[in-house]
C-alpha cells in the first residue's frame, strides 16, 4: 500500500518539476522576444563601431535616432492593426497624399501652417477610416484592400502635385522636424518617445488595446465574447492612419521639401520593422517598444551601411537579411509561430 502511495506521489512530484521547468523555458523565450531586438540594436552597433570610429559619436547616433523618428510613428500604428490580424500597404501612400494636401495649402492658399497641420493629421485619420471601412464593411481582405488604397491614394497624389517640388517651408511646419529642445535634443525624438509611451498605456491599459489583441488572437471568439469586432478593426486603421499623417508633418519638416514620390516603399520598411520588433504577423501579440526597436535597428543598418562605404542596394540586402534572421530566430525558439494565442506584449 505505501508503495502505491509512493508512486503516487513520485509521479505527482515528476509531473510538478516538467510544469516548473516548461514554465522557466517560456519565461526564458519571452525575455528572448521582447530584448531580442534591443540586443541586435546593440549587437550591430559593436560590429560596425569596430570597423568605423564614426559611427558611434553623439552626432551620429542622434542622426540615426531622427532618421528612425518617422518610421517609429508609422510602426506603432502599424503595430495596432497587425496585432488585430490585419496589415496596412497604403501608408507609404498616406504620406504622399497627406503631404501633397499639407504643402499645397501652405504654399498656394492664406491658410496658417498650424491649420494646414490640423488638416493633414485629420486627412490620414480619414483615410484610415476609409480603409477601415472597405476592410469591414465590403469584406475585402485586408491585404487586397490597403492594396488596392495604396495604388489610389498614390494615384490621386500625382494628379495633384505632378511632378512638381515644393520647398522652402514656414518655420511653424518645419519646427518638429527640425527644432531642438534647449539647442540640444530633437524634438521629434521627444514626440516619437511620448507617441511610443502613449500608445503602450493605450495597448495594455484599454479596451481598444484588450480588444485588437483579443481580434487577432481569435476573431470567433472575440465575437462570440461580445466584441464589437468590425468597431475596433476600424479603429486600428484609423489610428495607423492618424500616427502617419503625424509622421508625414514630420517628415516634411525635417527634409523641408515635398515631391509627389514621398513616402513610396515605406509600408515594406514600417512592415519589416514591427515584425523585427516582435509583433506576430498574423495577429494576437504585439510588441510596442519592439517596434520601436526594429525602427531604430533598421535606421541603424541603413547608417551602418554608408559609414562603412557601401552602395545603397547593399543596405536593402542587409536589411533584408536582417529580417530574415528576426524571423529564423522567433522560428527556431518557438515565439509567435501559432495564430491564436494572444499576447500581452507592450
Known amino acids: 500500500m505505501f508503495d502505491w502511495f509512493r508512486t503516487i506521489f513520485r509521479g505527482a512530484a515528476g509531473r510538478e518539476r516538467e510544469m516548473l521547468k516548461t514554465r ?3 519565461r526564458v523565450l519571452r525575455y528572448i522576444d521582447i530584448l531580442g531586438p534591443w540586443a541586435g540594436c546593440i549587437v550591430f552597433a559593436i560590429v560596425v563601431a569596430s570597423q568605423t570610429a564614426t559611427f558611434i559619436t ?53 491658410i496658417s501652417p498650424i491649420l494646414a497641420m490640423v488638416v493633414c493629421l485629420a486627412l490620414g485619420a480619414l483615410l484610415g477610416l476609409v480603409n477601415g471601412l472597405i476592410i469591414t464593411k465590403l469584406k475585402i481582405p485586408d491585404f487586397i484592400g490597403t492594396l488596392a488604397t495604396m495604388t489610389a491614394f498614390r494615384g490621386i497624389t500625382l494628379v495633384i502635385i505632378g511632378g512638381r ?26 514626440a516619437a518617445i511620448v507617441v511610443v509611451i502613449v500608445a503602450h498605456f493605450l495597448y495594455q491599459r484599454t479596451k481598444f488595446g484588450r480588444y485588437t489583441v483579443a481580434i487577432g488572437g481569435n476573431r ?19 489610428f495607423s492612419g492618424f500616427l502617419t499623417a503625424l509622421a508625414t508633418v514630420m517628415l516634411i519638416g525635417r527634409l523641408d521639401s515635398y515631391h509627389g514620390t514621398l513616402g513610396m516603399g515605406m509600408e515594406l520598411h514600417t512592415i519589416a520593422a514591427v515584425i523585427i520588433g516582435g509583433t ?5 501579440i504585439g510588441r510596442v517598444w519592439g517596434s520601436l526597436a526594429g525602427a531604430i535597428l533598421l535606421a541603424m543598418v541603413i ?25 529564423m530566430l522567433y522560428t527556431m525558439t518557438g515565439l509567435r509561430q501559432s495564430r491564436g494565442v494572444g499576447g500581452v506584449g507592450g
Open 303 to 327: 547608417n551602418g551601411m554608408v559609414h562603412l562605404g557601401l552602395q545603397y542596394f547593399w543596405q536593402q540586402v542587409a536589411v533584408g537579411v536582417v529580417i530574415i534572421l528576426a524571423v
Open 58 to 110: 553623439p552626432v551620429n547616433v542622434t542622426n540615426v535616432l531622427v532618421d528612425a523618428t518617422a518610421y517609429v510613428l508609422i510602426a506603432i500604428g502599424m503595430t495596432f492593426v497587425m496585432t488585430g490580424a490585419g496589415i496596412d500597404l497604403s501608408v507609404g501612400s498616406i504620406v504622399g497624399l497627406c503631404g501633397a494636401i499639407m504643402t499645397v495649402l501652405v504654399k498656394h492658399t492664406a
Open 280 to 284: 506576430a504577423l498574423y495577429g494576437g
Open 220 to 238: 470567433a471568439a472575440a465575437t462570440y465574447a461580445g466584441v464589437p469586432v468590425d468597431k475596433y478593426k476600424i479603429y486600428t486603421y484609423v
Open 165 to 190: 517640388v515644393l520647398f522652402g517651408f514656414p518655420e511653424t511646419l518645419i519646427y518638429l522636424g527640425q527644432a531642438r529642445l534647449g539647442g540640444i535634443m530633437p524634438v521629434c525624438i521627444i
Open 24 to 26: 522557466g523555458r517560456g
